[in-house]
């Protein structure tokens, strides 16, 4: 099974900051990575498919870049809507895992 | 516009099955992709379950294989997942969820989820 692990666990920003979120793979997947928003008591929202497609809707200040092992997620210019938790999730084999989270909060 | 809705007990005792719909509204069940569930226990990241294709084929994630099943109702537009034997474990909030369609890379429409609590 690939697994995926998330740096940081936990990172504190203020509205302007560019944050990053990196995700590694445990073997090579290729460019089946995605990136999950998710706010207290909602579902997941997907922000980028295939490392660094945008999903439609989503704004440009999200982006995704990477391939293989090692894949980010970057927000340019941190807004208050932002504050949430990210996941990164990989598909191989027909299999997904959805990585640990990133929990952006507020510094 | 795309929504899916899960429904099923709330409340579910330990050995027994699991049962939860996810209804389909402003979209064909027959043109997706996939379609997967996938949970959250509370304060906890996400698990996903388990897929079904638009050929029929299903895949589960390994951890549960033993005790799923994922199927398709076309003329009711929804799918199902079927948990057997839970514990408390399998305490969480699950989510059925929508593949997008420009491939096998995530899940772009999801449902609202509903809590589902495995308790005597």
């Known amino acids: 099974d690939i697994q995926l692990t998330q740096s940081p666990s936990f990172l504190s920003a203020s509205v302007g900051d560019r944050v990053t979120i990196t995700c590694r793979a445990s073997?090579?997947?290729?460019?089946?990575l995605a990136w999950y928003q998710q706010k207290p008591g909602k579902a997941p929202k997907l922000l980028i498919y295939?490392?660094?497609t945008l999903q439609s809707g989503v704004p440009s200040r999200f982006s995704g870049s990477g391939s293989g092992t090692e894949f980010t997620l970057t927000i340019s210019s941190l807004q208050p809507e932002d504050f949430a938790t990210y996941y990164c999730?990989?598909?191989?084999?027909?299999?997904?895992?959805f990585g640990p989270g990133t929990k952006v909060d507020i510094k | 516009q795309v929504q899916l809705q899960e429904s099923g007990p709330g409340l579910v005792k330990p050995s027994e099955t699991l049962s939860l719909t996810c209804a389909v509204s402003?979209?064909?069940?027959?043109?997706?992709?996939?379609w997967g569930w996938i949970r959250q226990p509370p304060g906890k990241g996400l698990e996903w379950i388990g897929s079904i294709y638009h050929s029929g084929s299903t895949y589960y994630n390994p951890s549960l294989k033993s005790r799923v099943t994922i199927s398709v109702d076309t003329s009711k537009n929804q799918f199902s997942l079927k948990l057997s034997s839970v514990t408390a474990a399998d305490t969480a909030v699950y989510y059925c969820a929508r593949g997008i369609a420009a491939g096998p890379f995530a899940f772009d429409i999801w449902g609202q989820g509903t809590m589902v609590t495995v308790s005597s």
């Open positions: 295939a490392a660094s």
């Open positions: 073997q090579g997947i290729s460019s089946y």
């Open positions: 999730q990989q598909l191989n084999s027909y299999l997904f895992t």
């Open positions: 402003g979209y064909s069940i027959s043109s997706g992709y996939y």
